[in-house]
Protein backbone atom coordinates (compact mmCIF):
# COMPACT_ATOMS: atom_id res chain seq x y z
CA UNK A 1 0.00 0.00 0.00
CA UNK A 2 1.26 3.60 -0.64
CA UNK A 3 0.60 6.45 1.96
CA UNK A 4 0.55 10.02 -0.38
CA UNK A 5 1.18 12.73 2.47
CA UNK A 6 -0.09 16.40 0.23
CA UNK A 7 2.01 18.73 2.37
CA UNK A 8 1.98 21.69 0.03
CA UNK A 9 0.53 22.75 -3.17
CA UNK A 10 -2.78 21.30 -2.82
CA UNK A 11 -4.56 24.60 -1.69
CA UNK A 12 -2.23 27.07 -3.68
CA UNK A 13 -0.26 27.33 -6.36
CA UNK A 14 3.13 27.18 -4.89
CA UNK A 15 5.31 25.46 -1.86
CA UNK A 16 4.92 22.32 -3.46
CA UNK A 17 5.90 19.42 -1.82
CA UNK A 18 4.81 16.17 -1.47
CA UNK A 19 6.19 12.13 0.35
CA UNK A 20 5.30 8.91 -0.80
CA UNK A 21 5.32 6.71 1.95
CA UNK A 22 5.96 2.83 0.90
CA UNK A 23 5.91 0.27 3.67
CA UNK A 24 8.80 1.71 5.99
CA UNK A 25 10.34 4.09 3.55
CA UNK A 26 8.90 7.45 2.56
CA UNK A 27 10.20 9.82 -0.61
CA UNK A 28 9.95 13.31 -0.61
CA UNK A 29 9.38 15.08 -4.03
CA UNK A 30 10.06 18.74 -3.91
CA UNK A 31 10.41 21.09 -1.00
CA UNK A 32 9.47 24.65 -2.54
CA UNK A 33 8.16 28.34 -1.40
CA UNK A 34 5.13 30.12 -1.85
CA UNK A 35 6.51 32.98 -3.22
CA UNK A 36 4.46 36.08 -2.46
CA UNK A 37 3.97 34.80 1.40
CA UNK A 38 7.55 34.86 0.93
CA UNK A 39 8.22 37.81 -0.66
CA UNK A 40 5.51 39.79 1.74
CA UNK A 41 7.77 38.26 4.67
CA UNK A 42 10.88 40.09 3.30
CA UNK A 43 9.42 42.97 2.36
CA UNK A 44 8.14 43.28 6.63
CA UNK A 45 11.14 42.61 7.53
CA UNK A 46 14.79 43.98 8.27
CA UNK A 47 16.63 40.73 8.45
CA UNK A 48 16.81 38.61 5.84
CA UNK A 49 17.26 34.87 7.66
CA UNK A 50 13.77 33.29 8.29
CA UNK A 51 13.93 30.00 10.79
CA UNK A 52 12.08 27.19 9.59
CA UNK A 53 9.50 27.64 11.89
CA UNK A 54 8.75 31.51 10.88
CA UNK A 55 8.54 30.41 7.35
CA UNK A 56 5.89 27.76 8.20
CA UNK A 57 3.88 29.66 10.48
CA UNK A 58 3.48 32.62 7.69
CA UNK A 59 2.58 29.79 4.79
CA UNK A 60 6.12 30.83 2.97
CA UNK A 61 7.26 27.21 3.32
CA UNK A 62 5.33 23.66 3.34
CA UNK A 63 4.16 22.39 7.05
CA UNK A 64 5.69 18.78 7.19
CA UNK A 65 4.63 18.07 10.59
CA UNK A 66 2.73 14.71 9.69
CA UNK A 67 6.14 13.46 8.84
CA UNK A 68 7.59 14.25 11.92
CA UNK A 69 7.22 10.79 13.41
CA UNK A 70 7.97 9.18 10.56
CA UNK A 71 11.46 11.08 9.07
CA UNK A 72 13.69 8.73 10.37
CA UNK A 73 12.08 6.39 7.17
CA UNK A 74 12.58 9.33 4.66
CA UNK A 75 15.51 7.96 2.19
CA UNK A 76 15.48 10.70 -0.58
CA UNK A 77 14.34 14.23 -1.22
CA UNK A 78 13.79 14.14 -5.09
CA UNK A 79 12.77 17.67 -6.51
CA UNK A 80 11.47 17.60 -10.09
CA UNK A 81 13.06 20.76 -11.46
CA UNK A 82 14.56 23.93 -10.30
CA UNK A 83 11.50 26.54 -9.45
CA UNK A 84 11.87 27.96 -6.29
CA UNK A 85 8.23 26.49 -5.70
CA UNK A 86 9.66 23.75 -6.07
CA UNK A 87 13.38 23.95 -4.30
CA UNK A 88 13.23 27.14 -2.76
CA UNK A 89 12.31 25.65 1.05
CA UNK A 90 15.17 22.89 0.44
CA UNK A 91 17.79 25.26 2.35
CA UNK A 92 15.45 25.82 5.18
CA UNK A 93 14.17 21.80 5.30
CA UNK A 94 16.26 19.30 4.07
CA UNK A 95 19.12 19.04 7.18
CA UNK A 96 15.82 17.70 9.26
CA UNK A 97 15.75 14.32 7.11
CA UNK A 98 18.92 12.44 6.98
CA UNK A 99 19.19 11.49 3.16
CA UNK A 100 20.44 12.89 0.18
CA UNK A 101 18.71 15.38 -2.12
CA UNK A 102 18.81 13.66 -5.80
CA UNK A 103 18.29 15.58 -9.06
CA UNK A 104 18.70 16.69 -12.69
CA UNK A 105 22.12 18.30 -12.88
CA UNK A 106 20.82 21.93 -13.71
CA UNK A 107 18.52 21.56 -10.77
CA UNK A 108 21.61 20.18 -8.45
CA UNK A 109 23.42 23.58 -9.66
CA UNK A 110 20.56 25.64 -8.86
CA UNK A 111 20.30 24.02 -5.22
CA UNK A 112 23.85 24.25 -4.72
CA UNK A 113 23.52 28.18 -6.26
CA UNK A 114 20.93 29.45 -3.69
CA UNK A 115 23.03 27.88 -0.85
CA UNK A 116 25.86 29.56 -1.90
CA UNK A 117 24.04 32.88 -2.54
CA UNK A 118 22.31 32.30 1.42
CA UNK A 119 26.17 31.27 2.46
CA UNK A 120 24.75 28.06 4.10
CA UNK A 121 26.00 24.25 3.75
CA UNK A 122 23.99 21.85 3.96
CA UNK A 123 24.79 17.67 5.03
CA UNK A 124 22.45 16.73 2.96
CA UNK A 125 24.80 15.25 0.09
CA UNK A 126 23.36 16.55 -3.41
CA UNK A 127 23.81 13.84 -6.30
CA UNK A 128 23.34 15.01 -9.57
CA UNK A 129 21.20 12.58 -12.61
CA UNK A 130 20.95 12.89 -16.00
CA UNK A 131 17.59 12.15 -17.93
CA UNK A 132 16.41 9.50 -18.36
CA UNK A 133 17.87 7.20 -15.76
CA UNK A 134 16.87 4.94 -13.00
CA UNK A 135 18.95 5.19 -9.51
CA UNK A 136 18.08 2.29 -7.17
CA UNK A 137 16.69 4.05 -3.46
CA UNK A 138 16.60 0.87 -1.64
CA UNK A 139 15.88 -2.61 -2.09
CA UNK A 140 12.19 -2.12 -3.03
CA UNK A 141 11.95 1.62 -4.58
CA UNK A 142 13.74 2.78 -7.58
CA UNK A 143 13.65 6.37 -8.83
CA UNK A 144 13.38 7.01 -12.41
CA UNK A 145 13.66 10.89 -13.86
CA UNK A 146 11.97 10.65 -17.49
CA UNK A 147 12.63 14.05 -19.63
CA UNK A 148 10.05 16.10 -19.92
CA UNK A 149 9.61 19.61 -21.07
CA UNK A 150 8.83 22.93 -18.97
CA UNK A 151 9.97 26.71 -18.49
CA UNK A 152 13.57 25.64 -17.09
CA UNK A 153 15.98 23.15 -18.30
CA UNK A 154 16.35 19.37 -17.34
CA UNK A 155 12.64 18.95 -15.75
CA UNK A 156 11.76 15.58 -14.87
CA UNK A 157 8.70 13.02 -14.77
CA UNK A 158 9.60 11.33 -11.72
CA UNK A 159 8.50 7.77 -11.36
CA UNK A 160 9.08 5.62 -7.91
CA UNK A 161 9.38 1.98 -8.70
CA UNK A 162 8.22 -0.65 -6.19
CA UNK A 163 7.28 -4.46 -6.42
CA UNK A 164 3.31 -2.95 -5.84
CA UNK A 165 3.31 -0.83 -9.11
CA UNK A 166 4.81 2.82 -9.78
CA UNK A 167 3.97 6.23 -8.46
CA UNK A 168 4.23 8.86 -11.54
CA UNK A 169 5.06 13.19 -10.73
CA UNK A 170 4.41 15.38 -12.99
CA UNK A 171 4.67 18.74 -11.17
CA UNK A 172 5.11 20.78 -13.86
CA UNK A 173 5.21 19.90 -17.11
CA UNK A 174 3.94 21.18 -20.92
CA UNK A 175 4.13 18.76 -24.32
CA UNK A 176 6.40 20.87 -26.18
CA UNK A 177 7.36 19.16 -29.64
CA UNK A 178 9.72 21.51 -30.50
CA UNK A 179 10.95 22.83 -28.31
CA UNK A 180 14.41 25.64 -28.68
CA UNK A 181 16.45 23.65 -26.36
CA UNK A 182 16.81 20.49 -25.17
CA UNK A 183 14.53 17.19 -26.56
CA UNK A 184 11.43 17.02 -26.63
CA UNK A 185 9.63 14.59 -23.61
CA UNK A 186 10.50 11.20 -24.18
CA UNK A 187 7.01 10.10 -24.99
CA UNK A 188 8.51 6.14 -26.04
CA UNK A 189 9.19 5.95 -22.18
CA UNK A 190 6.14 7.58 -21.32
CA UNK A 191 3.92 5.10 -23.35
CA UNK A 192 5.39 2.29 -22.37
CA UNK A 193 4.63 3.17 -19.18
CA UNK A 194 1.00 3.32 -19.78
CA UNK A 195 1.29 -0.30 -22.03
CA UNK A 196 2.33 -1.70 -18.52
CA UNK A 197 -0.96 -0.86 -16.61
CA UNK A 198 1.96 -0.23 -13.37
CA UNK A 199 1.04 3.13 -12.85
CA UNK A 200 -1.09 3.41 -9.66
CA UNK A 201 -1.44 6.75 -9.25
CA UNK A 202 -0.32 10.30 -10.84
CA UNK A 203 -0.14 13.37 -9.18
CA UNK A 204 0.05 16.02 -11.96
CA UNK A 205 -0.08 19.85 -12.31
CA UNK A 206 -3.73 21.36 -12.63
CA UNK A 207 -2.45 24.46 -13.46
CA UNK A 208 -3.82 25.64 -16.57
CA UNK A 209 -6.28 22.56 -16.72
CA UNK A 210 -9.41 25.19 -17.25
CA UNK A 211 -7.71 26.46 -20.29
CA UNK A 212 -9.45 24.22 -23.38
CA UNK A 213 -6.12 24.37 -25.66
CA UNK A 214 -2.73 22.51 -26.12
CA UNK A 215 -0.03 24.89 -24.88
CA UNK A 216 1.87 26.55 -27.55
CA UNK A 217 5.25 25.81 -28.00
CA UNK A 218 8.65 27.92 -27.18
CA UNK A 219 9.42 27.99 -30.50
CA UNK A 220 6.73 30.00 -30.63
CA UNK A 221 7.60 32.18 -28.54
CA UNK A 222 11.35 32.39 -30.24
CA UNK A 223 9.05 34.09 -33.26
CA UNK A 224 7.22 36.60 -31.08
CA UNK A 225 10.76 37.93 -29.66
CA UNK A 226 12.35 38.05 -33.60
CA UNK A 227 8.88 39.75 -34.39
CA UNK A 228 9.43 42.43 -31.79
CA UNK A 229 13.33 42.66 -31.31
CA UNK A 230 14.19 42.25 -35.09
CA UNK A 231 11.33 43.11 -37.27
CA UNK A 232 10.46 45.79 -35.32
CA UNK A 233 12.54 48.96 -35.81
CA UNK A 234 14.71 50.11 -32.90
CA UNK A 235 17.59 51.85 -34.49
CA UNK A 236 19.22 54.32 -32.36
CA UNK A 237 16.56 53.28 -29.33
CA UNK A 238 17.56 51.59 -25.89
CA UNK A 239 15.79 47.99 -25.97
CA UNK A 240 15.32 46.40 -22.91
CA UNK A 241 14.13 43.00 -22.13
CA UNK A 242 13.28 41.63 -19.17
CA UNK A 243 11.90 37.68 -18.53
CA UNK A 244 12.27 34.73 -15.86
CA UNK A 245 15.89 34.25 -14.79
CA UNK A 246 15.18 30.60 -15.03
CA UNK A 247 14.35 30.31 -18.80
CA UNK A 248 17.04 29.39 -20.07
CA UNK A 249 15.78 28.71 -23.62
CA UNK A 250 14.30 32.04 -23.73
CA UNK A 251 17.74 33.67 -22.75
CA UNK A 252 18.90 31.78 -25.29
CA UNK A 253 16.74 33.01 -28.05
CA UNK A 254 17.01 36.66 -26.71
CA UNK A 255 20.78 36.43 -27.10
CA UNK A 256 20.33 34.72 -30.41
CA UNK A 257 18.22 37.51 -31.41
CA UNK A 258 20.67 40.18 -29.95
CA UNK A 259 23.21 38.75 -32.77
CA UNK A 260 21.25 39.15 -35.24
CA UNK A 261 20.39 42.73 -34.28
CA UNK A 262 24.29 43.24 -33.99
CA UNK A 263 23.52 44.75 -30.71
CA UNK A 264 26.03 43.66 -27.68
CA UNK A 265 23.55 41.60 -24.99
CA UNK A 266 24.40 42.43 -21.34
CA UNK A 267 22.75 40.70 -18.52
CA UNK A 268 21.69 42.90 -14.96
CA UNK A 269 20.85 41.70 -11.89
CA UNK A 270 21.98 38.54 -9.55
CA UNK A 271 19.30 36.31 -10.03
CA UNK A 272 20.09 36.25 -13.77
CA UNK A 273 23.71 35.74 -13.16
CA UNK A 274 22.74 32.59 -10.61
CA UNK A 275 20.88 30.81 -12.89
CA UNK A 276 23.22 31.64 -15.88
CA UNK A 277 26.15 30.66 -14.09
CA UNK A 278 24.54 27.23 -13.11
CA UNK A 279 23.33 26.37 -16.71
CA UNK A 280 27.06 27.06 -18.01
CA UNK A 281 28.24 24.87 -15.31
CA UNK A 282 26.14 21.83 -16.79
CA UNK A 283 26.64 22.77 -20.58
CA UNK A 284 23.96 23.88 -20.98
CA UNK A 285 24.59 27.30 -22.50
CA UNK A 286 27.61 29.18 -22.79
CA UNK A 287 26.52 32.89 -22.45
CA UNK A 288 29.40 34.20 -21.15
CA UNK A 289 31.43 33.86 -24.19
CA UNK A 290 28.43 35.66 -26.02
CA UNK A 291 27.39 38.31 -23.52
CA UNK A 292 28.60 40.56 -20.59
CA UNK A 293 26.57 39.36 -16.83
CA UNK A 294 26.34 41.24 -14.25
CA UNK A 295 25.24 40.74 -11.22
CA UNK A 296 26.96 43.64 -8.78
CA UNK A 297 25.28 46.69 -8.00
CA UNK A 298 28.53 48.92 -8.98
CA UNK A 299 29.04 46.53 -11.87
CA UNK A 300 25.71 47.12 -12.88
CA UNK A 301 25.54 51.01 -12.20
CA UNK A 302 28.65 51.18 -14.38
CA UNK A 303 27.74 48.71 -16.99
CA UNK A 304 24.62 51.21 -17.66
CA UNK A 305 26.11 54.83 -17.80
CA UNK A 306 28.62 53.32 -20.24
CA UNK A 307 25.05 52.46 -22.29
CA UNK A 308 23.52 55.63 -21.86
CA UNK A 309 26.36 56.85 -23.94
CA UNK A 310 25.21 54.91 -27.13
CA UNK A 311 22.12 52.61 -26.32
CA UNK A 312 21.64 51.43 -30.02
CA UNK A 313 24.57 49.11 -29.65
CA UNK A 314 23.51 46.77 -26.58
CA UNK A 315 20.75 44.28 -25.93
CA UNK A 316 19.31 44.87 -22.39
CA UNK A 317 18.39 41.70 -20.26
CA UNK A 318 17.71 42.46 -16.81
CA UNK A 319 15.58 41.74 -13.60
CA UNK A 320 12.04 42.97 -13.23
CA UNK A 321 9.66 41.62 -15.18
CA UNK A 322 6.98 41.42 -12.12
CA UNK A 323 7.41 44.47 -11.19
CA UNK A 324 9.42 43.94 -8.22
CA UNK A 325 10.80 47.40 -6.59
CA UNK A 326 14.02 46.47 -5.91
CA UNK A 327 14.68 44.56 -9.73
CA UNK A 328 16.51 46.35 -12.13
CA UNK A 329 13.81 47.42 -14.46
CA UNK A 330 12.25 49.17 -11.76
CA UNK A 331 15.58 50.31 -10.51
CA UNK A 332 15.86 51.99 -14.36
CA UNK A 333 12.14 53.68 -13.94
CA UNK A 334 12.75 55.06 -11.22
CA UNK A 335 16.21 57.36 -12.15
CA UNK A 336 18.45 55.16 -9.91
CA UNK A 337 21.47 54.86 -12.49
CA UNK A 338 23.01 57.24 -14.91
CA UNK A 339 20.86 55.75 -17.96
CA UNK A 340 17.53 57.59 -18.99
CA UNK A 341 14.64 56.14 -20.67
CA UNK A 342 13.73 58.06 -23.62
CA UNK A 343 10.71 58.27 -25.21
CA UNK A 344 9.90 55.56 -27.44
CA UNK A 345 12.71 52.77 -26.16
CA UNK A 346 11.74 49.72 -26.39
CA UNK A 347 10.49 47.60 -22.87
CA UNK A 348 9.94 43.77 -23.92
CA UNK A 349 8.14 42.04 -21.37
CA UNK A 350 8.44 38.03 -22.29
CA UNK A 351 6.86 36.58 -19.55
CA UNK A 352 2.93 36.99 -18.39
CA UNK A 353 2.00 38.48 -14.94
CA UNK A 354 1.84 35.76 -11.98
CA UNK A 355 -1.34 35.93 -10.54
CA UNK A 356 -1.11 37.07 -7.39
CA UNK A 357 -2.28 40.47 -5.66
CA UNK A 358 1.45 41.70 -4.62
CA UNK A 359 2.33 41.02 -8.35
CA UNK A 360 -0.40 42.53 -10.35
CA UNK A 361 0.46 45.65 -8.50
CA UNK A 362 3.99 45.75 -9.18
CA UNK A 363 3.17 45.76 -12.31
CA UNK A 364 0.78 48.30 -12.87
CA UNK A 365 2.87 50.43 -10.72
CA UNK A 366 5.62 49.73 -13.10
CA UNK A 367 4.13 49.87 -16.22
CA UNK A 368 2.54 53.09 -15.39
CA UNK A 369 5.90 54.82 -14.76
CA UNK A 370 6.89 53.27 -17.82
CA UNK A 371 4.30 54.80 -19.68
CA UNK A 372 4.97 58.38 -18.35
CA UNK A 373 8.32 58.31 -20.17
CA UNK A 374 6.80 57.56 -22.85
CA UNK A 375 8.65 54.80 -24.04
CA UNK A 376 6.87 51.66 -26.10
CA UNK A 377 6.06 48.67 -24.31
CA UNK A 378 5.61 44.81 -25.44
CA UNK A 379 3.68 42.76 -23.32
CA UNK A 380 3.07 38.89 -23.10
CA UNK A 381 6.00 38.10 -25.57
CA UNK A 382 5.58 34.32 -24.07
CA UNK A 383 3.98 31.24 -23.92
CA UNK A 384 3.51 29.33 -21.14
CA UNK A 385 5.54 26.59 -19.54
CA UNK A 386 2.59 24.30 -18.03
CA UNK A 387 -0.12 22.24 -20.07
CA UNK A 388 -3.71 23.20 -20.65
CA UNK A 389 -6.33 21.32 -20.61
CA UNK A 390 -6.03 19.14 -24.27
CA UNK A 391 -2.51 18.17 -22.97
CA UNK A 392 -3.26 16.74 -20.03
CA UNK A 393 -5.52 14.60 -22.04
CA UNK A 394 -3.48 13.21 -24.07
CA UNK A 395 -0.45 12.67 -21.07
CA UNK A 396 -2.86 10.75 -18.96
CA UNK A 397 -3.92 8.61 -22.01
CA UNK A 398 -0.19 7.93 -22.70
CA UNK A 399 0.43 7.50 -18.81
CA UNK A 400 -2.48 5.64 -17.89
CA UNK A 401 -2.59 5.96 -14.10
CA UNK A 402 -4.78 3.98 -12.02
CA UNK A 403 -5.78 6.67 -9.81
CA UNK A 404 -4.83 10.43 -10.64
CA UNK A 405 -4.42 13.38 -8.12
CA UNK A 406 -4.87 16.92 -9.00
CA UNK A 407 -2.27 18.80 -7.91
CA UNK A 408 -0.29 22.65 -8.11
CA UNK A 409 -3.41 24.89 -7.51
CA UNK A 410 -6.53 25.69 -4.97
CA UNK A 411 -9.35 23.83 -5.57
CA UNK A 412 -10.62 26.08 -8.42
CA UNK A 413 -7.87 24.87 -10.10
CA UNK A 414 -7.67 21.12 -9.22
CA UNK A 415 -11.30 20.86 -9.67
CA UNK A 416 -11.13 21.19 -13.80
CA UNK A 417 -8.53 18.59 -13.90
CA UNK A 418 -10.46 16.32 -11.55
CA UNK A 419 -13.25 16.92 -13.71
CA UNK A 420 -11.46 15.91 -16.70
CA UNK A 421 -10.15 13.03 -15.48
CA UNK A 422 -13.97 11.98 -15.01
CA UNK A 423 -14.78 13.28 -18.50
CA UNK A 424 -11.71 10.45 -19.75
CA UNK A 425 -13.78 7.60 -17.74
CA UNK A 426 -11.96 7.72 -14.56
CA UNK A 427 -15.02 6.98 -11.55
CA UNK A 428 -14.99 9.37 -8.56
CA UNK A 429 -13.07 6.68 -6.33
CA UNK A 430 -9.84 6.91 -8.56
CA UNK A 431 -9.43 10.73 -8.65
CA UNK A 432 -8.85 12.27 -5.81
CA UNK A 433 -9.24 16.06 -4.89
CA UNK A 434 -7.49 16.73 -1.77
CA UNK A 435 -5.72 19.56 0.24
CA UNK A 436 -2.71 20.51 2.12
CA UNK A 437 -1.72 17.86 4.71
CA UNK A 438 -4.34 15.11 3.51
CA UNK A 439 -3.28 11.86 3.34
CA UNK A 440 -4.80 9.64 0.83
CA UNK A 441 -4.38 5.81 0.89
CA UNK A 442 -3.85 3.53 -2.54
CA UNK A 443 -3.58 0.14 -2.68
Known sequence: MFEIFCLGGYSEVGKNMTAIKYNNQIIILDMGIHLEEYIKLNDNNEHEFFSRDEL??????????????????VIAIIPSHGHLDHIGAIPYMAEKYDCPIICTPYTSAIVKAILKDKDMVLKNKII???????IKLSD???AEFINMTHSIPHTA????????GSIAYANDFKLDNHPTLGSKPNYKRIKNLGKSGNIKALIVDS????????????????????????????KDKAVIVTTFSSHIARLNSIVECGKRMKRKVVFLGRSLAKYIYAAEDVGLVKFSKKAEVCNYKKHVAKKLKQISQNPGKFLIVCTGHQGEPTAILSRIADGHFEFDLMPEDHIVFSCTTIPSEINEQNRQILEEKLMHKRVRIFKDIHVSGHACREDHRDFIKMLNPQHVIPSHGPKEKTEHLANLAKEMGYSEDKV???????????E
Request: one cysteine or more.
Open 128 to 134: PIKLNNK
Open 157 to 164: LVILHTPE
Open 207 to 234: LYADHHQKTPSESIAQHLLKDVLIDTDS
Open 140 to 142: EIT
Open 56 to 73: IKCGAIPDDKPLSKFKDQ
Open 432 to 442: HLVEDNKIIKI
